[in-house]
């Protein structure tokens, strides 16, 4: 694609990032970032008990949640909030996760996120940074939370540009081994408070999962 985007489908870009309607192909993405098959990973939806050691499968694994304002960033040439002068956005468009109970109760989790990058009205290409929280809490409480800077590229003659980044470091103690929370934001923004949810399905329309690569 050639040029900057249309006003147009600009604007519908923007209205999907702002309600955190990020999104995900059943499968394909997270294969693809964890070099994994497709199928239930272990994780899709879990029970309602605690993991179990003996059964890696037996494990909750909540949707990966993005809270009010952390689906976007943008950058203007002026005053914010006219479209006509937006240089660049970056938005979260697709959400993989992948639980794997742990020997000792504990939970493993693996968080999958794309990014893209996409120019407005003023904008040229080049080479952009966001910010990417990825957090797992427990209630209102935090219980690991990792940084990154993801750089996402626009060559010249285009008008977009994606990348991705996996976050495979997550542990969730045995005790808060159901009920806890995956939270992506970008900006490092807090969430807020999240209620209490039913466990996901295993395969949904706006996340995936795969195992673990050798396991």
């Known amino acids: 694609m050639r040029g900057t985007i249309t006003t147009a489908r600009l604007a519908a870009i923007i209205g999907l990032a702002l309600t955190g309607g990020a999104q995900a192909e059943s499968g394909g993405f997270f294969k693809n970032l964890f070099g994994g098959g497709s199928g239930d990973g272990g994780g899709g939806g879990g029970s309602l008990m605690a993991p179990k050691a003996y059964d890696p499968n037996d494990v909750y694994c909540p949707n990966v949640f993005v809270p009010d304002g952390g689906a976007a960033i943008q950058a203007f040439a002026g005053s914010a909030g006219d479209n006509t002068r937006l240089r660049h956005q970056i938005v979260v468009s697709r959400l993989s996760r992948e639980c794997r109970a742990?020997?000792?109760g504990s939970v493993s989790v693996r968080v999958g996120v794309?990014?893209?990058?996409m120019l407005g009205p003023a904008g040229a290409p080049g080479r952009f940074e966001a910010p990417v929280t990825v957090s797992?809490?427990?209630g209102e409480k935090p219980v690991m939370s990792r940084p990154h800077r993801?750089?996402?590229?626009i060559p010249a003659g285009t008008a977009q540009g994606e990348a991705s980044v996996i976050e495979n470091d997550l542990v969730v103690p045995a005790d808060k081994a159901w009920g806890y929370d995956i939270e992506v934001t970008l900006a490092g923004q807090k969430a807020k408070p999240v209620a209490r949810r039913k466990p996901a399905p295993a395969v949904d329309?706006?996340?995936?999962?795969?195992?673990?690569?050798?396991?």
């Open 102 to 104: 742990r020997g000792d």
């Open 136 to 138: 797992v809490t427990y």
């Open 205 to 215: 329309a706006a996340q995936s999962e795969a195992p673990v690569p050798g396991q």
């Open 114 to 117: 794309e990014l893209r990058a």
């Open 150 to 153: 993801v750089a996402i590229p």
